[in-house]
Each structure stands twice: as C-alpha cells, then as structure tokens.
C-alpha cells in the first residue's frame, strides 16, 4: 500500500520569502501525485498534479512542485509568499493502476508572518 | 459550475445517538468519496461510489457507518451510534471518473459529547 509522509506539521515564514514544503511517498509501484490546499473552514482545493511528462508541474497561486522519483519525493514550493497562502497544505498520492484511490499526508501547516 | 454541496455544516451530537450527513456531487461526476478528516489529520478516505456501485469502502467502519448514493447522483453517510472518536469533519468529493480531478465540498464538522 502506499503512504505519504509530509516531513514538517507547521511551517511559519515571513512575508515574500521562498517557502518549500515537503512531502515524501511510499509505493511500490507508478504514481500520480497531488498538492491540495485547504484554507480555514473551506473544503479542499487543487493546487496541483503530477501525473507524466515533465517533472516540474506548475501549478496555481504561483506555486509548483518537484517529482524526484529516485528520492521517491515531491516537494512544493513558492519563491515568495504572501499572507493569503495562510493555510494547510496536504500532499496526496495514488497508484496508476489497480484500486485508485487519494492517500492524504498530515498536512502541513503553512503560516505567513507580515 | 455549481459545486459539491453538503449539508449540514456543523452537528453537535451526544454518544450514542445517531446522525446523517447529505452530499450533492457536481452534475455529471460518476465518481463520489466520502472522507474522514480528524483534528491534525489528514482526509482518509471511507467509501469510494462509481455510479451506484461500492468501489472502496475497506476503511468504512461497517459495525456503525453506511453510506447510500440514491440514483447514482446524491448520497448520505450515517452513523449510528456515534462515538467520541467521530468527532471530525466530514468531507464529500467528487469526480468525472476514478481519478479524473476530484472536486471537495466544504465538509460537515461533527462533534460527539
């Protein structure tokens, strides 16, 4: 079965400094990999995927990601942040074939100080 | 578009007694999820819908949880009874197809005293 590790729980950084978030996976066999965002009492949103092809995905709010498959990991990051990124950040994975189903990490929580 | 909708938002129970939570998924996704997401947790998934049918419900605590998707469109996840360890949110999702980008609804905050 798969799992995913998100290496750090809280992240707090100043206003317009770069931030990465880590996230590490298990599978022992192909995945897709997701960042989802969730912002205070809301439902959680997209931010990006990788799915094949070029293993730096851009995604929205300025963000992208890293799929390093050797070190079996798929960072996120931002060169600047702002305080509405204020927010948990959830790393997710799911094999390509057989039972498809999203395998959240904990989350990590992401706090801009201005 | 018009997204997953769920009802209701918050729901204070007592142990024991019973409660039902109601999702509306996106028009037209076959594919519906409901999670379990904890205080520091993140989202784990319960039971995965295709259409009418039971794709995944291997971490749905049977003993107490059901969930139905009327007409392969709604559908409502019950607990009875409720115990304290349920207090969570509740979040429903949904998709085109297995995998196909999953939409979230805000989620229905559920505490057990």
């Known amino acids: 079965a798969q799992s995913v590790t998100q290496l750090d729980s809280q992240v707090p950084v100043f206003e317009e400094a770069p931030v990465e978030l880590r996230c590490n996976y298990s599978s022992s066999v192909s995945v897709y990999l997701f960042w989802y965002v969730q912002y205070p009492n809301q439902g959680l949103q997209l931010l990006l995927k990788y799915l094949s092809g070029s293993t730096l995905v851009k995604g929205i709010n300025g963000f992208e990601a890293e799929f390093n498959k050797s070190q079996t990991s798929f960072h996120l990051r931002k060169p600047s942040v702002h305080i509405s990124d204020t927010a948990e950040y959830f790393c997710a994975v799911t094999v390509i074939q057989g039972a498809q189903k999203l395998v959240f990490g904990q989350g990590t929580r992401l706090t801009i100080n201005p | 578009e018009a997204g997953v909708a769920q009802s209701p938002r918050y729901k204070i129970i007592e142990k024991r007694q019973s409660v039902a939570f109601w999702c509306n998924p996106i028009?037209?996704?076959?594919?519906l999820y409901w999670y379990q997401q904890i205080l520091g947790q993140g989202p784990k998934l319960l039971i995965q819908f295709q259409n009418n049918g039971v794709v995944d419900d291997s971490q749905l605590p049977k003993d107490r949880f059901s969930a139905e998707r009327l007409k392969g469109v709604d559908s409502t996840l019950k607990i009875q009874p409720a115990k304290l360890e349920d207090s969570a949110v509740y979040l429903c999702a949904s998709s085109l197809e297995i995998l196909s980008v999953t939409f979230f609804g805000q989620g229905t905050r559920l505490t057990v005293v």
């Open positions: 028009s037209g996704h076959a594919t």
